[in-house]
Nanobody, 125 residues
Framework: QAQLQESGPGLVKSSQTLSLTCTVSGDSITTNYYFWSWIRQPPGKGLEWMGAIAYNGGTYYSPYLKMRTSISRDTSKNQFTLQLSSVTPEDTAVYYC?????????????????WGQGTQVTVSS
């Protein structure tokens, strides 16, 4: 069973690039049919799927964030990373990494079985 842990800065200035890393234990990020995602929850709002990297390295992005988002992985460290550029205070949120096993990609947060504890990121103006 996979365990996920987010890490990264808790405070980022506007216009900078936010970078978060998810370290996975208990399973390999290259295990067939696993999808590894970033999901966030702004204060007072629901969960928002941002993007994912698949077991085979394929990437998927929310059309609303696609222009500012990049997800990559380091298989030697069993980690995957989120980069969100040109951040504004509206990007303030709790950021989660999450994973599920399935035949194809899903943006539905209800499909995700494995979650990190989340990390608070605040963007200052």
């Amino acid at each position: 069973q996979a365990q996920l842990q987010e890490s990264g800065p808790g405070l980022v200035k506007s216009s900078q690039t936010l970078s978060l890393t998810c370290t996975v234990s208990g399973d390999s990020i290259t295990t067939n049919y696993y999808f590894w995602s970033w999901i966030r929850q702004p204060p007072g709002k629901g969960l928002e799927w941002m993007g994912a990297i698949a077991y085979n390295g394929g990437t998927y992005y929310s059309p609303y964030l696609k222009m500012r988002t990049s997800i990559s992985r380091d298989t030697s460290k069993n980690q995957f990373t989120l980069q969100l550029s040109s951040v504004t205070p509206e990007d303030t949120a709790v950021y989660y990494c999450a994973a599920f096993e399935g035949w194809g990609m899903s943006q539905r947060v209800a499909d995700y079985d494995y979650w990190g504890q989340g990390t608070q990121v605040t963007v200052s103006s």
